[in-house]
Every structure is written in structure tokens, then in C-alpha cells.
């Protein structure tokens, strides 16, 4: 088989790649080593940044978005008791809305489908190898080995893919960083503490309050990084919830059933070797943020876009000056929200027992509730900043 772009992975970046080459008549090919099932139902992030939800539209697969979608202003904050609310659409414009990844994936495999383009699920690809002129992959679909051989390839398949181990180690220029907790997460059936998304900064810890529709909430608690999760009982996490939570302005949080659980560590990963020969990038395989501040789908859905104008430069123009500037073009936003994730990352967690650190923490969350100028500053990066460039070549 022959394609222009294989695209490794079903996840937002892969998808919405795909959508975009094929509305720019380039020929893709999806390849995704799980199930439909499986990636259609596996929670994962919740908030989009309004530049994303304006692609999603523009790609003509939000029916389902617009419909279900909660637009959000902002967050609330809680630390002392007391609950406040961050507006950032009354200072810097711009909405975030709530969608679960899941179900963004959902709608760009159906469209997928739709359309007639190949995507193949129980797809895992073995080996990748390139030259000057083409790249080939050697594929295990359900059993049946496969070839394929493509002008490019995109890789868009995690951390843990095949993708960036195909990069030489010597040239990979990475840059880490491991946190000492990670996210007990659960899925319940309560009504939201707050109209949007809330982070409690508590001396026991972070908990993160929001919401997957007007009867459902995502919640998380900070836990050690080597937590087992056989360790805490449903009621143990609604007590932690509830004490982490707890204000002199709202009601007590209300608790209901617990059907899902998850543990995530905190890290945050960059891979600025974004490209190597036919080779690209894009997601989670380049970077890691921390689930705090909501930026991991949207930074893949903005490599998508780069790529994609990229891609359609050469295509259309045969100019490739974009695809070499591809890890250039990417890594400046990159690099905002891994900041911007970090500022929240150490400003909500207690991270050491250190007693000055919780007082400088509270005077920072202090100046983001009472300064404009700080929510502004915070909003602009939250709502989201602009992709690096538009998706469509149009020469």
C-alpha cells in the first residue's frame, strides 16, 4: 500500500491531521494499534481552547460539539475557605469549552469512516524506516503483516510509540521533568460543585472539581506518585474531597457513585528533535505536559495545524521550506504552555512539607484573585493562545 502521509495513531492529533489533508486533496493513511472500542471510551482530557474548538468547526465535525459543548469564562480558585472566580473572557475575550476527548475522537473516527478514508484499527506498527526519497512501515494488522510506503510520516501515536524511537538517540535534544505526585481520578455521578472547573490549593493538596455534563464531574486528587489506587476506598476519596474542598461560601461537596478511577502521574516532557527526515512529530510523542491547566490535546490538535499547512505548501507548491521549520514553527507555543502548566503545577500542589512554600504559595494565588492584570495574563494562555499558523495552504 501506498500513501502520501501515514498518519501513527487515532488519537486528536492523527485525526484531525487526517481531516485536514483530505480536505486539501492529500492522501493519508490512519493507523491505530488499539480497538474502535477502546479509544473511542478511555477518558482523557476535557477542556478545549477556543482556537481548537474554532478548527473543529471549520473542519465540519462539531455538529456534536456545539450541541453537548459547555462553554466556559474562566475557573474558580478556593484556598482559605474561600472560593473565587477567575473571568477570563470578561478580560481578554475568548470562551474554553468542555468536551471529552473521547467523544471528539468519536466524532472524527465517524467522519472518518464517512468519507471513505483508510483507517485501520489493531494496526501496530513494528518498524519504521526512511530514506532520502520515501519512508516504509512494517505493520501487524490483527495478525496480517502489512507494508506500507509513504512520501512522509507523521507520528502521532505517545510517549510510548514507535515513532521517536526511530530518531537517532544522538540526535534527540529532550528536556524533563518528574513530579513527586500524580491524579487520583474519578468519574461520579453528582451534580458540578461550580457552573465551571474548579481548583481547590489545600495544605493536604490539590483536588480539581469539573464537569462532563449537568449530573456527571471529573474530579482529582493530588496523591503521592507511588500511590496505589487499591488503597483508597470510595469513601476515603469523597473525605479527602470533601476536607480539600471545603468553604465558608459554598455548600459542602455532594457525593454520589463513583464509576470510574484512574491514576496519572505529573511530568512534563519536551522532544524538541520534532522531525527527523520524513519523519514528524506531533502530541505526545514530542511532549508531556502536567494535567494541570488542560493544554495536552489542544498543543497536538496545534502541530496537526502546522503540519498540515506544511504538508500542503509542498504539495501544492512544491516548497518544503515549511517542513524543514516544522520543530521551529511548533516549539515557541510548546514551550508557553509547558509554563504555563508548570506556574499551576507548583502554585496549586503542596509539594514539600516546607511550610514556607505554602506561604508563598498563598500569596501567589492571593495576587491571581485579586489582580486583573494577573488574571489577564493567566487568560490569555488558558482560552488559549493562537496556532502557529493556519492549516490550509492556500499559496
Given at each position: 500500500?501506498?500513501?502520501?502521509?501515514?498518519?501513527?495513531?487515532a488519537?486528536?492529533?492523527?485525526?484531525?491531521?487526517?481531516?485536514?489533508?483530505?480536505?486539501?486533496?492529500?492522501?493519508?493513511?490512519v493507523?491505530?494499534?488499539?480497538?474502535?472500542?477502546?479509544?473511542e471510551?478511555?477518558?482523557?482530557?476535557?477542556?478545549?481552547?477556543?482556537?481548537?474548538?474554532?478548527?473543529?468547526?471549520?473542519?465540519?465535525?462539531?455538529?456534536?460539539?456545539?450541541r453537548?459543548?459547555?462553554?466556559?469564562n474562566?475557573?474558580?480558585?478556593?484556598?482559605?475557605?474561600?472560593?473565587?472566580?477567575?473571568?477570563?473572557?470578561?478580560?481578554?475575550?475568548?470562551?474554553?469549552?468542555?468536551?471529552?476527548?473521547?467523544e471528539?475522537?468519536?466524532?472524527?473516527?465517524?467522519?472518518?469512516?464517512?468519507?471513505?478514508g483508510?483507517?485501520?484499527?489493531d494496526?501496530?506498527?513494528?518498524?519504521?524506516?526512511?530514506?532520502?526519497?520515501?519512508?516504509?512501515?512494517?505493520?501487524?494488522?490483527?495478525?496480517?503483516?502489512?507494508?506500507?510506503?509513504?512520501?512522509f510520516?507523521?507520528?502521532?501515536?505517545?510517549?510510548?510509540?514507535?515513532?521517536?524511537?526511530?530518531?537517532?538517540?544522538?540526535?534527540?535534544?529532550?528536556?524533563?521533568?518528574?513530579y513527586?505526585?500524580?491524579?487520583?481520578?474519578?468519574?461520579?455521578?453528582?451534580?458540578?460543585?461550580?457552573?465551571?472547573?474548579?481548583?481547590?490549593?489545600?495544605?493536604?493538596?490539590?483536588?480539581?472539581?469539573?464537569?462532563?455534563?449537568?449530573?456527571?464531574?471529573?474530579?482529582?486528587?493530588?496523591?503521592?506518585?507511588?500511590?496505589?489506587?487499591?488503597?483508597?476506598?470510595?469513601?476515603?476519596?469523597?473525605?479527602?474531597?470533601?476536607?480539600?474542598?471545603?468553604?465558608?461560601?459554598?455548600?459542602?461537596?455532594?457525593?454520589?457513585?463513583?464509576?470510574?478511577?484512574?491514576?496519572?502521574?505529573?511530568?512534563?516532557?519536551?522532544?524538541?528533535?520534532m522531525?527527523?527526515?520524513?519523519?514528524?512529530?506531533?502530541?505526545?510523542?514530542?511532549?508531556i505536559?502536567?494535567?494541570?491547566?488542560?493544554?495536552?490535546?489542544?498543543?497536538?490538535?496545534?502541530?496537526?495545524?502546522?503540519?498540515?499547512?506544511?504538508?500542503?505548501?509542498?504539495?501544492?507548491?512544491?516548497?518544503?521550506?515549511?517542513?524543514?521549520?516544522?520543530?521551529?514553527?511548533?516549539?515557541?507555543?510548546?514551550?508557553?504552555?509547558?509554563?504555563?502548566?508548570?506556574?499551576?503545577?507548583?502554585?496549586?500542589h503542596?509539594?514539600?512539607?516546607?511550610?514556607?512554600?505554602?506561604?508563598?504559595?498563598?500569596?501567589?494565588?492571593?495576587?491571581?484573585?485579586?489582580?486583573?492584570?494577573?488574571?489577564?495574563?493567566?487568560?490569555?494562555?488558558?482560552?488559549?493562545?493562537?496556532?502557529?499558523?493556519?492549516?490550509?495552504?492556500?499559496?
Amino acid at each position: 500500500m501506498h500513501t502520501q502521509v501515514a498518519i501513527i495513531g487515532a488519537g486528536p492529533a492523527g485525526l484531525t491531521l487526517a481531516r485536514m489533508l483530505h480536505l486539501q486533496g492529500i492522501s493519508s493513511i490512519v493507523l491505530e494499534s488499539r480497538d474502535r472500542e477502546y479509544i473511542e471510551t478511555r477518558t482523557r482530557a476535557g477542556v478545549l481552547e477556543e482556537p481548537t474548538v474554532a478548527l473543529v468547526r471549520e473542519l465540519g465535525v462539531a455538529d456534536r460539539l456545539d450541541r453537548e459543548g459547555m462553554s466556559h469564562n474562566g475557573f474558580y480558585l478556593r484556598f482559605d475557605r474561600t472560593t473565587h472566580r477567575l473571568d477570563f473572557h470578561r478580560l481578554v475575550g475568548g470562551h474554553a469549552t468542555v468536551y471529552a476527548q473521547q467523544e471528539l475522537v468519536k466524532d472524527f473516527v465517524a467522519d472518518r469512516l464517512a468519507t471513505g478514508g483508510p483507517l485501520l484499527f489493531d494496526a501496530t506498527v513494528t518498524a519504521v524506516e526512511t530514506t532520502s526519497d520515501r519512508a516504509r512501515l512494517t505493520v501487524d494488522h490483527a495478525g496480517t503483516p502489512l507494508e506500507i510506503t509513504a512520501d512522509f510520516v507523521a507520528g502521532c501515536d505517545g510517549f510510548h510509540g514507535v515513532s521517536r524511537a526511530h530518531i537517532p538517540a544522538d540526535r534527540l535534544r529532550e528536556y524533563s521533568r518528574t513530579y513527586p505526585v500524580a491524579w487520583l481520578g474519578i468519574l461520579a455521578r453528582t451534580a458540578p460543585t461550580t457552573p465551571e472547573g474548579m481548583y481547590c490549593a489545600h495544605e493536604n493538596g490539590l483536588s480539581v472539581h469539573s464537569m462532563r455534563g449537568p449530573s456527571i464531574t471529573r474530579q482529582y486528587l493530588q496523591v503521592p506518585a507511588d500511590t496505589d489506587l487499591g488503597d483508597w476506598s470510595d469513601e476515603r476519596i469523597w473525605d479527602e474531597l470533601t476536607v480539600r474542598s471545603a468553604s465558608d461560601d459554598h455548600p459542602e461537596l455532594e457525593r454520589g457513585e463513583i464509576f470510574d478511577r484512574s491514576l496519572a502521574p505529573l511530568r512534563s516532557y519536551v522532544c524538541e528533535t520534532m522531525q527527523h527526515g520524513r519523519l514528524f512529530l506531533l502530541g505526545d510523542s514530542a511532549h508531556i505536559v502536567p494535567p494541570t491547566g488542560a493544554k495536552g490535546l489542544n498543543l497536538a490538535v496545534s502541530d496537526a495545524s502546522t503540519l498540515s499547512y506544511a504538508l500542503g505548501a509542498f504539495y501544492t507548491a512544491g516548497d518544503r521550506s515549511h517542513l524543514d521549520d516544522y520543530s521551529a514553527t511548533c516549539l515557541p507555543r510548546i514551550w508557553k504552555a509547558q509554563q504555563f502548566s508548570w506556574t499551576l503545577t507548583t502554585t496549586l500542589h503542596a509539594l514539600s512539607d516546607d511550610p514556607t512554600d505554602w506561604q508563598l504559595r498563598r500569596a501567589r494565588l492571593a495576587r491571581w484573585a485579586e489582580s486583573e492584570a494577573e488574571q489577564s495574563a493567566l487568560g490569555e494562555v488558558y482560552l488559549g493562545l493562537p496556532f502557529p499558523t493556519y492549516w490550509r495552504f492556500t499559496g
